[in-house]
């Protein structure tokens, strides 16, 4: 039954994925602002809505280290797989200047989590550090919005690609929730599924936290990232990415320190946490150089994925 389960999660998630797309796409070009902002709040905390769960479902059974290997791997994989697999399917183009800006603001919240967890620990202090760092982003990404809404108040909208400017609101607003109730549902149901599989396996819980568990609630930003770059909407692409990855470590963490202590394992500290730091570097050179992400460059980071896998399980 795990096997079927694990396989009804995964449909559910790209179901669910498509429909946050379509959803956040056209909500954008509805209130005219970009999809970038959209795919930076919307999409990001839903598809991110997994790692919160999962990580506060950690604290409360007793295995904290789960939680913190969730989060980290899950920001290593949303780099190297969530943006190399789609890559695949199709070019992704760094065009958008917003993008650069948000990713200085990902880097910072990841320097951020790192100078944190040199204190051995996640506790309510640090919580509310991370905490108040993701409101001021959140903050800074309204005040963006309502910017542009106001420039471009005179300026005739340009097209998007797979959008519908008569879409109706009520089905706006039902892709929107059935994506952001499906995204964690789906998840759920695969993690669990895997999760019983590994251990029947006898995978250690950490291993499992920073592989498998991270993998899985990985899987809602890798579906809407795939629908995204086949609808060739790259902003909301790269945006998901980053905004997941900067509500991971500031929001999912933030949250999880307040509903307990996160000790941080020293194994964390001597690989795994830089690996993600390469790794969101990695990303920096495409969008701060706007480089395309090109078929080759994304079996690049997929390999690259690959290779830290295999070194956490060897």
């Keep these: 039954m795990d096997f ?44 991110s809505a997994p790692e919160l769960l999962v990580s506060v479902s950690a604290i409360f059974d007793g295995v904290p280290g789960l939680a913190l290997g969730n989060v980290i791997g899950s920001n290593t994989a949303n780099v190297l797989l969530v943006l190399g697999i789609p890559a695949l399917i199709s070019t992704l183009h760094v065009i958008d200047n917003s993008t650069r800006a948000s990713y200085l603001q990902m880097i910072g919240a990841t320097v951020l989590f790192i100078l944190l967890a040199m204190r051995g620990q996640f506790d309510w202090i640090a919580g509310i ?80 936290g920073l592989t498998l568990v991270a993998l899985g609630t990985s899987l809602p930003e890798l579906a809407t990232t ?56 990695i990303l920096g050179v495409f969008v701060l150089k706007r480089i395309d992400i090109t078929r080759l460059w994304g079996i690049v980071l997929s390999a690259l994925y690959v290779l830290y896998v295999l070194a956490v399980l060897s």
Aim: hydrophobic share 55%.
């Design 4 to 47: 079927i389960y694990a396989v009804a999660g995964l449909v559910l998630l790209l179901v669910a994925g498509d429909m946050l797309v379509r959803g956040a796409v056209n909500l954008s070009l509805r209130l005219g602002i970009p999809a970038l902002i959209v795919s930076l709040t919307v999409v990001a905390f839903g598809t």
């Design 129 to 208: 550090v991370l905490l108040v760092a993701l409101f001021s982003m959140i903050g800074h990404a309204i005040y963006q919005a309502r910017c542009h809404r106001v420039a471009q108040r005179d300026v005739e909208e340009e097209e998007v690609e797979g959008a519908d400017p008569d879409m109706p609101w009520t089905k706006i607003i039902g892709f929107l929730v059935a994506g952001l109730i499906g995204l964690p549902l789906g998840a759920d149901l695969l993690v669990d599924a895997s999760t019983n599989i590994a251990r029947a396996f006898g995978v250690s819980e950490t291993v499992i």
């Design 226 to 281: 795939v629908m995204a770059a086949l609808r060739k909407q790259a902003d909301v692409a790269f945006g998901n990415v980053i905004g997941s990855n900067m509500f991971n470590l500031l929001g999912i963490i933030g949250v999880s320190s307040l509903v307990g202590t996160l000790p941080v394992d020293a194994e964390l500290m001597d690989f795994d946490i830089w690996v993600m730091l390469v790794s969101s570097m």
